[in-house]
Structure formats: C-alpha cells, structure tokens
T-cell receptor
C-alpha cells in the first residue's frame, strides 16, 4: 500500500552515462514533483507537473528531463551524468484544489552516486 | 523569492522533555507553512501545517506556532520519545502556489 514509490532505491553509475529514475503514486493526486537533496540535507525543488503539464522548472541543467506519461507517474531522465549530480532524489505528490495545493507526500528517495 | 532557515542545525533533548525547533522565513507574503520529519534513509514525512490566518495549530504531541510579525515559526514536540529522533524541516510557500521552499533542517537527537 505504498503511497509514493521510486525505483531504483540506489543507483551507482559512471560519469557520462544516462540514467532514469521512476516514480509512481497511488494517492490519486494530480501534481507530482522532483526534489534534489544534497549531502548537507538541503532539499530543493527541481520540477513539478500538474495533470501531466510542467508547472515548475527550476534552474536545472537541461541534462535533466522529466517525463509524465500520466498523472500517477513522473520519471526523471538524466543525460551525461556528472559527479555533482550525486545526491538523493525525491519524488513527491500533492492534490490541488480550490484551497490551493495541499501537503506534499514524499517517496523514499533514490540515492544516486556518480563515480 | 523565499528563503527559509532553521536556527539550530542540531538539538539534543532528554527523553520525556519537550523540544522546540525554530524556523525563520524571509518573504512576508508567504502564507502557508509545513513541518516535515525525515528519518535516516527515508523521505520527508508531513507532520503539521499552518496557514497565515492562524497563529497556533495543534496535532498529536506537536504544536506549531506562527509569528507573522517577526516571520518566525516553531515546532514544539511534547514528551519526546526515541522515535522523534530525525531531521526536521520547515517549508514555506504562497498558498495556492505549489513551490515549497525548504529550510536547512534541524537534527533532533533524543537522549535516553
């Protein structure tokens, strides 16, 4: 009965490779997010999709490309991985409504290590 | 934009005591605030939220206080337990705007 799930949980890869992280939510939410958490635990939003449409696109290298095939899924593809991409990536979801966007529910995270 | 900062990076509290974690934000237009708890190896978990039309909200063993005048909020945890050990984040946004800005986190350690 996992609410927000991500795969893989750990990802170790070499510089220059291309990799994808997948996220799925079964909460029926219409908005999904990607966050990056660095080694100092600082959480920063990268992207957000509402009903499959991109609504937040922070200053992120264009090597990062999110894709939302449907409301329940938001994947993150990273091209030409660099050492500085090493971090924990969190997916989250929330439900929009007439009161705005409610609290965000986070997945367990994907620890990406680039060597 | 918004920037959010927690006053202390670490806090140690004796089990059974109350703990208070403080947070400051910069944008006076922010009107929605959330506290998250992150345990080791897990994603942030929602604890409690508060809108700017309130100055206090209570949950189970937790209370959030909001002082809009000085742009400060705090999370009080009553009768702390070992399971409360985690990193706590406050986050702020404009209500209706999905972009949350997170603080740097306070690591709370409960001493048995």
């Amino acid at each position: 009965d996992t609410a927000v799930s991500q795969t893989p949980k750990y990802l170790v890869t070499q510089m220059g490779n291309d990799k994808s992280i997948k996220c799925e939510q079964n909460l029926g939410h219409d908005t999904m997010y990607w966050y990056k958490q660095d080694s100092k635990k600082f959480l920063k939003i990268m992207f957000s999709y509402n009903n499959k449409e991109l609504i937040i696109n922070e200053t992120v290298p264009n090597r990062f490309s999110p894709k939302s095939p449907d409301k329940a899924h938001l994947n993150l593809h990273i091209n030409s991985l660099e050492l500085g991409d090493s971090a924990v990536y969190f997916c989250a979801s929330s439900q929009s409504g007439d009161r705005g966007f409610y609290e965000q529910y986070f997945g367990p995270g994907t620890r990406l290590t680039v060597t | 934009g918004e920037s959010v900062g927690l006053h202390l990076p670490t806090l140690s509290v004796q089990e059974g005591d109350n703990s208070i974690i403080n947070c400051a934000y910069s944008n006076s237009a922010s009107d929605y605030f959330i506290w998250y708890k992150q345990e080791s190896g897990k994603g942030p978990q929602f604890i409690i939220d508060i809108r700017s039309n309130m100055d206090k909200r209570q949950g189970q063993r937790v209370t959030v206080l909001l002082n809009k005048t000085v742009k400060h909020l705090s999370l009080q945890i009553a009768a702390t337990q070992p399971g409360d050990s985690a990193v706590y984040f406050c986050a702020a946004c404009l209500f209706g705007n999905e972009k949350l800005t997170f603080g740097t986190g306070t690591r709370l350690t409960i001493i048995p």
